[in-house]
């Protein structure tokens, strides 16, 4: 099972030392897979950290990176960038880059194409707005066909797609679908990438659960058909949080 923590605009220097714990207490642990998405800033220091325990199941992941190689982007941060910086994985399309930084789904197609040119992982996050909620499926299902433009198979085979389904209305707020709303979105996903990819390429895109993922609904949540991980902010922010959570998975 796959584990992404979203810390977001979160955490310090010296927060990353009890979370190296944890990467050194899933070491023996096949069934998790952790990808720790943090703070810019925080990446490369955690990559020293992560490589002096040389676990093979943990990585790191940046929370966007650009639509463009380089250039005049002030303040911006390429895929490049957080590639050297040890970032393997980077989260792209979340709601709330979508809202505070007005992010397309053109623009989200454009930032995987250029993650993947750096091979970086991509986890794609979509979801629906509460008024959106009865529409669900159908406004999942274009964001996914303006995302996924020109995959190339080979890095959908090497398992660089992953799509995390986040309503955004279960976003830090504590609610969350039924496990029957979730599987019917997992469906018309799966659905959709085997009308694009075909049953074989489609086995390699994961698709995970993120919205408000706690210790008390995660043991829920994991019941879900297809689900091959979960997307956790805010509870993946302190050890007496994560840690539950990461024991129950
Ligand atoms: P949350 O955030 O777990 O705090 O709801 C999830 C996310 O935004 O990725």
């Known amino acids: 099972m796959f584990i992404v923590a979203n810390w977001k605009m979160n955490g310090k220097f010296s927060d990353i030392q009890q979370f190296t714990n944890i990467v050194d207490y899933i070491k023996e642990k096949n069934t998790v897979k952790l990808v720790l998405c943090l703070p810019t800033t925080l990446l490369y220091y955690a990559s020293i950290k ?5 676990n093979k199941n943990s990585f790191l992941g940046a929370q966007d990176s650009h639509w463009q190689e380089s250039g005049a982007y002030t303040g911006d941060i390429s895929a ?3 590639y050297e910086c040890g970032a393997r994985y980077v989260i792209l399309g979340h ?6 930084h007005c992010e397309s789904n053109a623009i989200i197609a454009k930032k995987v194409q250029i993650a993947l040119n750096e ?4 986890i794609i996050c979509v979801g629906e707005n509460l008024n959106e909620k009865a529409n669900a499926t159908e406004i999942i299902k274009s964001q996914l066909k303006e995302i996924l433009v020109d995959i190339s198979e080979n890095k959908i085979k090497e398992g660089y ?3 995390a389904y986040e309503p955004i209305w279960a976003i830090g707020t504590g609610k969350i679908p ?19 990819y075909g049953t074989f390429l489609t086995r390699n895109i994961k698709i995970i659960y993120g919205g408000s993922v706690n210790k008390e609904n995660a043991q829920e949540l994991i019941n879900i058909s297809d689900l091959n991980g979960l997307l956790i902010g805010g509870a993946s922010l302190k050890i007496e949080t994560f840690m539950p959570l990461i024991n129950i998975v």
């Not at 709601?95 to 505070?100: N, Q, T």
């Open 95 to 100: 709601s709330e880059r979508r809202k505070y």
């Open 50 to 54: 992560l490589t002096q325990i040389n």
């Open 80 to 82: 490049k960038m957080v």
């Open 178 to 196: 039924l496990n029957s709303e979730i599987e019917k979105v997992f469906k018309t996903i799966k659905n959709l990438l085997k009308d694009m």
């Open 119 to 122: 091979n970086l992982k991509t």
């Open 161 to 163: 797609i992953t799509i």
